[in-house]
């Protein structure tokens, strides 16, 4: 079972949806929660960190944390051409675990 | 805050020469630094750890001879591919880690630009 699972892509979304990727984890103990975004070409750069159950908003992003079930999802509101990337899933400090990521495409 | 540079971003070299990728955090002193290759459109795949002024730990697979890995100082680190060969050519990425990081809003891995690598 690899450590960290994402849903399988490639997510298509209109302009202006809502964009839902979802991440589980296999280590129970595991605390710190992070997403990435990587453009085409390019390296990945941080969007949101969550530590905590429950919901975390900052923008257009919004992490969701569930500890007990495992699991940490992010959703894009209002999705913009400009958000058309791949999103990584990564859990733990200091070596993170990465998921394979999740390939979005916001269609204009 | 937290912003890790990399030089060069992109090197086209010939088969058989070395090549040497440096890494700095720029706004913090990185206390473990951790270089990763990513073929075209497949995941990260972490090549090493490297903690100042320790010799750096390989993943499994990880040729240490063949990736030369260097933590100098707290805001410098070098990888040299020795020898490069065609199958080499990847995109090298770096990241640099250290917690309480005053002027990050997370305790994690910044990444570096990615140096873009061409073996001919």
């Known amino acids: 079972q690899k450590e960290v699972e994402q849903n399988s892509g490639p997510l298509s979304v209109p302009e202006g949806a809502i964009a839902s990727l979802n991440c589980t984890y296999s280590d129970r103990g595991s605390q710190s929660f992070f997403w990435y975004r990587q453009y085409s070409g390019k390296s990945p750069e941080l969007i949101m960190f969550i530590y905590s159950n429950g919901d975390k908003e900052d923008g257009r992003f919004t992490a969701q944390l569930n500890k007990a079930s495992q699991y940490v999802s992010l959703l894009i509101r209002d999705s913009q051409p400009s958000d058309s990337a791949t999103y990584l899933c990564?859990?733990?400090?200091?070596?993170?675990?990465f998921g394979a990521g999740t390939t979005v495409t916001v269609r204009a | 805050g937290a912003v890790v540079s990399q030089h060069p971003s992109r090197v086209i070299c010939k088969s058989g020469t070395s090549v040497k990728i440096e890494c700095r955090s720029l706004d913090f002193q990185a206390t473990t630094m951790f270089w990763y290759r990513q073929f075209p459109k497949k995941s990260l795949m972490l090549m090493a750890t490297?903690?100042?002024?320790?010799?750096?730990?390989?993943e499994q697979g990880v040729e240490k001879d063949k990736f030369l890995i260097n933590h100098a100082s707290l805001t410098l680190s070098t990888l040299t591919v020795t020898s490069a060969h065609p199958e080499d050519s990847s995109f090298y990425i770096c990241s640099a880690y250290t917690s309480g990081n005053p002027f990050a809003g997370a305790d994690t891995q910044y990444f570096g630009p990615g140096t873009r690598l061409t073996v001919l």
């Open positions: 490297s903690n100042e002024g320790s010799k750096a730990t390989y």
């Open positions: 990564a859990v733990n400090l200091p070596q993170l675990s």
